[in-house]
């Protein structure tokens, strides 16, 4: 039996938005794209240690590049991208971290 996975309140320590790309119809019957919040966040930033992996991964990087860890949340896909600190970063990878416990995002700031 594997013991259960926790993500302690502690760690959130960060606020992060996440944003997912839609698309409407203006006054004008004019579609009109843009990017939506979904939801603002507790996260946990993990940060120097996960450099080479990150280079591994997802390749050499000219970009800035994050590791946020967060609660749970259903539906959250790599179409989705994270806003902090004024930087918007496309997710990468979403990887659960336990059963529904919690969510490893792999992000790439955007150029």
Same mark, same amino acid.
Request: hydrophobic fraction near 45%; charged fraction near 20%; glycine fraction near 8%.
């Given at each position: 039996? $594997?013991?259960d +996975?926790t993500i =302690?309140?502690? $760690?959130?320590d960060?606020?992060?938005?996440?944003?997912?790309? %839609? =698309? %409407?119809?203006?006054? #004008?019957g004019?579609? !009109? &794209?843009?990017?939506a919040?979904?939801? %603002? !966040?507790?996260?946990?930033?993990v940060?120097a240690t996960?450099?080479?992996?990150i !280079?591994?991964?997802?390749? #050499?990087?000219d970009?800035a590049?994050?590791?946020?860890i967060?609660r749970w949340m259903?539906g959250?896909?790599? #179409?989705?991208r994270i806003s902090?600190n004024? /930087?918007?970063y496309n997710?990468?990878? /979403?990887?659960?971290i336990g059963?529904? +416990?919690?969510? &490893?995002l792999?992000c790439q700031a955007? =150029?």
């Amino acid at each position: 039996m $594997t013991p259960d +996975v926790t993500i =302690s309140a502690g $760690t959130l320590d960060r606020i992060v938005t996440i944003q997912r790309f %839609t =698309s %409407t119809i203006n006054d #004008a019957g004019t579609p !009109v &794209e843009t990017w939506a919040d979904i939801a %603002t !966040v507790r996260a946990q930033l993990v940060q120097a240690t996960t450099g080479e992996y990150i !280079v591994a991964n997802l390749g #050499a990087l000219d970009k800035a590049a994050m590791i946020f860890i967060i609660r749970w949340m259903d539906g959250l896909t790599n #179409a989705d991208r994270i806003s902090y600190n004024g /930087v918007i970063y496309n997710l990468k990878d /979403v990887a659960e971290i336990g059963r529904r +416990v919690g969510l &490893e995002l792999r992000c790439q700031a955007l =150029s």
